[in-house]
């Protein structure tokens, strides 16, 4: 069964710095893309940074220039640094994975989620 596992996340002043990583686990043909989304309260999730397999990266707008997103496909593992932090990156942030099973169906699989809370 593949889950994919969020750690980082926490709390932060303005200004700070901090890095979320999410792993995936199981057994898979390939993990393919792999994103950032959140959730601010009482919207809808949103993309916030999205890797290719092959490292290719596009950005929300709202985090261009502060946010980096980043893999290791050896480890099935993407990362977000986050910097230059703003209280409105404040936040439930969830990994996404989209990931080719043994039969060579594509499915979505996303992480339970990891709050960011920054104060002014």
């Known amino acids: 069964q593949v889950q994919l596992v969020e750690s980082g996340g926490g709390l932060a002043q303005a200004g700070g710095s901090l890095s979320l990583s999410c792993a995936a686990s199981g057994s898979f043909f390939r993990l393919n893309s792999m994103a950032w989304y959140r959730q601010p309260p009482g919207n809808e999730r949103e993309l916030v940074a999205r890797?290719?397999?092959?490292?290719?990266?596009s950005y929300a707008d709202s985090v261009k220039g502060r946010f980096t997103i980043s893999r290791d496909n050896a480890k099935n593992t993407a990362y977000l640094e986050m910097n230059s932090l703003k209280p409105e990156d404040t936040c439930v942030y969830y990994c996404?994975?989209?990931?080719?099973?043994?039969?060579?169906?594509?499915?979505?699989?996303w992480g339970p989620g990891t709050q960011v809370s920054i104060s002014s």
């Open positions: 996404k994975a989209v990931i080719t099973d043994w039969n060579m169906r594509m499915s979505d699989y």
């Open positions: 890797v290719t397999r092959g490292g290719d990266t």
